[in-house]
């Protein structure tokens, strides 16, 4: 009984490491520019975006070259910008010092291929 209740423990102790390890990335739904998509129709975002307190993450599911991003805090009228290879299969950009308020982030692919999505912090 002393062993099962020490295996307990170590495993709630393993599980809150994991969890400050692992934050949870929360997502920005991107919306592709009018009258993107392929010849049915079908639109196919090559990529996601996630927001994790101050810092924008993107995976790439398909390569679209370099990406220019930009962001823009609405409510303060802070923005970044910045370069992502694609080929990477992942990027990241830092938005230290935004503050709270509501975000735009634009994504231009190397084909001319534009993304947004709106997020608060």
Same mark, same amino acid.
């Given at each position: 009984m002393l @062993? !099962?209740?020490l295996l307990m423990g170590l *495993?709630? *102790?393993?599980n809150a490491f994991a969890e400050?390890?692992? $934050?949870?990335?929360? $997502?920005? *739904? !991107? +919306?592709?520019e009018k009258g993107y998509g392929d010849e049915r129709g079908v639109v196919v975002i090559p990529l996601e975006a996630y927001y994790q307190g101050e810092t924008? @993450? !993107?995976? @790439?599911?398909?390569n679209v070259g370099n990406v220019q991003v930009s962001v823009r805090n609405m409510t303060t009228g802070n923005s970044w910008s910045g370069t992502v290879d694609s080929a990477d299969g992942m990027g990241e950009i830092n938005i230290a010092g935004g503050g709270t308020g509501?975000? +735009?982030l634009t994504? *231009? +692919?190397a084909y001319g291929d534009r993304f947004t999505g709106n997020f608060n912090l």
């Open positions: @062993f !099962l209740s *495993v709630m *102790v393993g400050d390890e692992n $934050p949870i990335k929360k $997502p920005i *739904v !991107l +919306t592709p924008i @993450f !993107l995976d @790439f599911t398909h509501s975000y +735009t994504l *231009v +692919t």
